[in-house]
């Protein structure tokens, strides 16, 4: 039980500080943003927009899998973006 309030706790921290610029999500309020909840929309973002420390901040939080998942599905990044995402996360 512990363990789960830590990451709680933890996950409260990263949410804090998502190093992300206003102009990223222009569309929508920064601080609405949950980063699990809306993992698929910030990870397309960042991949087609980000900047260096967004994109580390991607890949440092969320696990390849979803990266993987996310960049393979995608139906809105632009297909320079989909190549070097895709091999930024390749296995």
């Known amino acids: 039980m512990k363990a789960g309030r830590s990451k709680q706790k933890s996950m409260a921290k990263v949410k804090a500080v998502m190093p992300f610029r206003q ?3 222009w569309d929508t309020d920064p601080k609405r943003i949950d980063p699990k909840k809306n993992a698929q929309y ?3 973002r960042v991949a087609d927009l980000g900047n260096d420390t967004e ?3 991607v890949l440092n939080y969320y696990d390849k ?3 993987r998942r996310v960049i393979s ?3 809105c990044l632009r297909p320079d973006s989909k190549q070097l995402w895709e091999l930024m996360v390749q296995k």
């Open 65 to 67: 899998r979803i990266l």
């Open 55 to 57: 994109a580390r901040w």
């Open 42 to 44: 910030i990870i397309e």
């Open 73 to 75: 599905k995608s139906r």
């Open 23 to 25: 102009s990223l999500f």
